[in-house]
C-alpha cells in the first residue's frame, strides 16, 4: 500500500503542470495496482476517504465533467479546478475547500501524527489506532499487547537539570524505542513522560522481552548535560487481548493498573497484568537448578544454575553461563529437598551481570504443569507464613 501511496504522490508531484501527463501515469498505476489507487489519489487531493468502488465512479464522473466544463468554455480545464467544482458543486463531498500545496498539506498532516521531541506518534493517533487494533485482532482472532511505560523521577530531572535536559532525555528515550520496536509495532508520546506501545499478534512473554529489552536500554542510557550526568530509568505495564481485556479502553486501563504495580515495587521494572492479585507473589528461593537451552546445537548441555527468587509465573536465577534474552529453556527445579525434579519451560526475559563471570537471569514461565504450580504455590504460601524452606 505505501509503495502504491508513494508511486501516486510522485505522479502528482512529477505531472503538476501536464494533465494528460497526470491522467496516463495514474493510469499505468491503476493497471497494476486496481481501483484502491483513486481511493488514494482522492485521499492525497482533497482528504475524502472514498472506498474503491466508489472512488473509481468519482473518478469517472471528475473526467466527464472535466469534458463538458473545456467544451462549455472552449479551452481546456485545469484538472485540480475540474476536481474542486466537482466535488464542491456536483457531489458536494466538499463544503469549505482550502487551496494549499500538497507538500505543505502532507507537512501539516505529519505534523499532527508524530510528536515532535520524540519522533513517536501522538495520543491522538494512538487512540485512533487502538480500537482499530483491537477489532482486527478479534477479526483475525490473534493476540495484542499494550505496554505503557512511564519515566521515573522525571520530574526530579527536569527541578535538578531543567526542562532543555528532560527533553533531551525524552528525546534519547524515544530514539531507544523507535530501534527496538518492530515496524508492525507503534509507539506513542501519551502525555509528559507517559508512552504507549501497540505490538500486533504478540502475546505477553514476546511483549515482556521487548519491554525489558527497551528498560534495560534506558537503564543503561548515559547522559550528560552542563557536564552533569543523567542516569534515566523507567517503568512499565504490561497487559494483553484477550487474556486481559476485551475492550481498548480496559487493556488501556489494566496497563495502567501494572505500571502503577511497577512503581509501587520500586521502579525500574515492568509489571505484568494479572487479573488475580494483579501481581505475582515473590519470594526468596536458593535451591540448585538444572538449565538447558531449547532448539540449538548445544541443547544437549545441562547447566547448573541457584534460584534467587521465585513466584508462579517466573524465576530469578544465578549461573555462570550466559542465557540472552529471547532464549528458551527447560529448567529442572526441585521445590524442596523431599520433592521430585519438576521440568518447566521458559524464556528469559532479563539478564544482569551478578559478580565477575556471573550472571543473573530472570525467566518467565510459558508451559507448566499443574502439579509444578500447586508445588509453588504451597511453597509460596509456607514462605509467606514464615515457614520457608530450610
Known sequence: ?????????????????????????????????????????????????????????CWNAVLNHRRKLSHTLGRDVNFRTVLCDYFCSMDKFLKNPVVVELHLFEEQLNSLKHDSL??????????????????????????????????????????????????????????????EIRAEDSAARYGGEEITILLPETGKVEALITAERIRKKVETLTLSYENKKIQPTLSGGLASYPIDAQTGVDLLKNADIALYHAKA???????????????????????????????????????????????????????????????????????????DWFVIIGTV????????????????????????????ARYLTRCLEGKGME
Do not use: W
Open 349 to 376: 526475559v532479563r539478564v544482569e551481570i551478578f559478580t565477575s563471570g556471573r550472571y543473573e537471569i530472570g525467566a518467565s514461565f510459558m508451559e507448566i504443569d499443574q502439579g509444578a504450580k500447586n508445588e509453588i
Open 118 to 179: 520524540t519522533g513517536l506518534y501522538s495520543r491522538s493517533l494512538f487512540e485512533e489506532s487502538l480500537p482499530r487494533e483491537i477489532a482486527r485482532a478479534k477479526r483475525y482472532e490473534t493476540e495484542l499487547s499494550l505496554l505503557f511505560l512511564d519515566m521515573d523521577d522525571f520530574k526530579s530531572i527536569n527541578d535538578m537539570f531543567g526542562h532543555l535536559a528532560g527533553d533531551m532525555v525524552l528525546r534519547d528515550v524515544g530514539r531507544i524505542i523507535k530501534n
Open 265 to 339: 515495587s520500586g521502579k525500574n521494572n515492568i509489571a505484568v497484568y494479572s487479573e488475580n492479585k494483579r501481581r505475582y507473589t515473590r519470594v526468596d528461593f536458593f535451591s540448585q537448578l538444572q538449565i538447558r537451552r531449547i532448539g540449538d546445537d548445544r541443547a544437549r548441555a545441562v547447566f547448573q544454575a541457584v534460584g534467587r527468587n521465585l513466584s508462579v509465573a517466573g524465576i530469578l536465577f544465578e549461573t555462570d553461563t550466559l542465557f540472552e534474552i529471547g532464549t528458551n529453556i527447560e529448567i529442572r527445579i526441585r521445590i524442596s529437598s523431599t520433592d
Open 1 to 57: 500500500m505505501k509503495r502504491i501511496r508513494d508511486a501516486v504522490l510522485s505522479c502528482i508531484y512529477n505531472a503538476a503542470d501536464d494533465d494528460e501527463k497526470l491522467l496516463r501515469e495514474l493510469q499505468v498505476i491503476v493497471n497494476e495496482g486496481g481501483k484502491q489507487v483513486y481511493s488514494i489519489f482522492f485521499k492525497l487531493m482533497t482528504h475524502l476517504d472514498l472506498e474503491p468502488d466508489i472512488a473509481e465512479k
